[in-house]
Structures are given as C-alpha cells and as structure tokens.
C-alpha cells in the first residue's frame, strides 16, 4: 500500500521557539493533505485542509498564524508550530488523499514535547 | 455539523471470541462513507474496513464485518476470532463525500484477554 511518512517522529522544543514537522507521500501524489492533532488518550482533531499550490483551510478554533501549513509540491506538506508553548505538547499527524476519492494514507505522527 | 459517538470507552475480550464495538452518527448529508480505524501502540493509524454509505450490503473483511443501518445511523464493527494482535484503540470514522474530511469518534479501547 502507498506510504506516508512524518519527519520528525518525536521533538523537544524550547518555549517559544518554532518547530517545523514534515509529511510527505513517498509513492504517491497527494493534491490533499490533512493534519490532525491527538491529546492522550483522545480522538484525532482535523486542523486544516492542505491543498498543493494554494492557501490551508483552517477548523474553526485552530489559529492559522500559529500553525502555518504549507503545501508546496504534490509530495509534501508542512507544519510549523510557531512561537511554541507547553499546551501545544501533542500528537500530531497528517494524512494524504489518493486520487480524487476517499481513500487516505496516515502518516506515523509526531509528538511534540514543548518545555 | 457531523457528529460520531463510540459510547464504549474501554471492552475487553477473550481471545477467540467475538466482540461488537458501537458507533452512531448523525448527518444530513446523503453521499458519505464510514470507516473503522485501528491505533495501536504504535500510534499508527490503519484502516481496518470502510463503508460506503449508498451500499446496502454490508462490508466485511476477513474476521472484521460492520453492520451498517442507515436510517438508524449505526455502524457497528464486530470482530470474530479475536486475536491478541487486535488489542487497541478503535475509531469510528464519518467522511463527507464532497469535502473528504474525517470526523472521527471518540474511540473505543479493546484489550483482548489471553
């Protein structure tokens, strides 16, 4: 099956300090990715829309000038947690859609550890 | 708005038997799919079986079935022949067909009892 992989797997930042997380599709193209948020033992929290070439939809509540995300090839899509502070401490993958249908690949996630 | 509820936070089950995980949801929307994804440890997620909500038949995929009643808006997920490779965190997972977005419920623990 297609494979999507999240660079790095686990980091420790600074407070206040930016972290850039990576997704990327290695054997397919995504037009679309997506970025969830997961607290412990909670469910997946959709983020954002990533589209390739245009601007990320946002979920309402989630600041866009915090988590900017970038869509700059048909492989890859970024996340970067700025200005970072302990609450943002979480679990956060991403997942990339096949084609025009509703078939989606799961990157392994990230934890983020802010201190 | 779309909503999925798992009213089961935690279930256990004797290896070898059968065990059914609950989710309902509620949408207006008339062309969607349904899913039921695995979260191991590993925090890996994996699909284990989708439905597409304008098929009746329901889906099944080796020891995993769904029972899928659309006018109910319940989609169960059983698992026979429990393994204790099966032991996990289960979501139940709701996509709008237009938007490909996942809302997901919020999980069931299954632990699988040797």
């Known amino acids: 099956g297609a494979v999507v992989s999240q660079h790095p797997s686990w980091v420790i930042c600074k407070s206040g300090t930016s972290v850039k997380i990576e997704c990327r599709s290695l054997?397919?193209?995504?037009?679309?990715m997506f970025w969830y948020r997961q607290f412990p033992k909670q469910s997946l929290m959709l983020m954002a829309t990533s589209n390739e070439g245009s601007k990320a939809t946002y979920e309402q509540g989630v600041e866009k000038d915090k988590f900017l995300i970038n869509h700059a090839s048909l492989t890859l899509s970024t996340l970067t947690v700025t200005s970072a502070h302990p609450e943002d401490s979480s679990f956060y993958i991403c997942?990339?859609?096949?084609?025009?249908?509703?078939?989606?690949?799961f990157g392994p996630g990230t934890r983020l550890t802010v201190t | 708005a779309q909503t999925v509820t798992q009213s089961q936070p935690e279930m256990s089950v004797q290896e070898a038997e059968t065990v059914t995980l609950s989710c309902t949801y509620d949408?207006?929307?008339?062309?969607?799919?349904l899913f039921w994804y695995k979260q191991p440890p590993s925090r890996q997620m994996i699909l284990v079986i989708r439905?597409?909500?304008?098929?009746?038949q329901n889906a099944t995929e080796n020891r995993f079935s769904v029972n899928f009643q659309k006018a109910a808006k319940s989609f169960s997920l059983k698992i026979s022949d429990s393994q204790l490779g099966d032991t996990a965190m289960y979501f139940c997972a709701f996509m709008k067909s237009i938007s490909n977005q996942f809302y997901f419920g919020t999980g069931t623990s299954l632990t699988v009892i040797p």
């Open positions: 997942s990339a859609r096949v084609g025009s249908g509703p078939t989606q690949y």
């Open positions: 949408t207006s929307e008339s062309n969607y799919y």
């Open positions: 054997d397919f193209q995504a037009t679309t």
């Open positions: 439905q597409e909500a304008y098929k009746q």
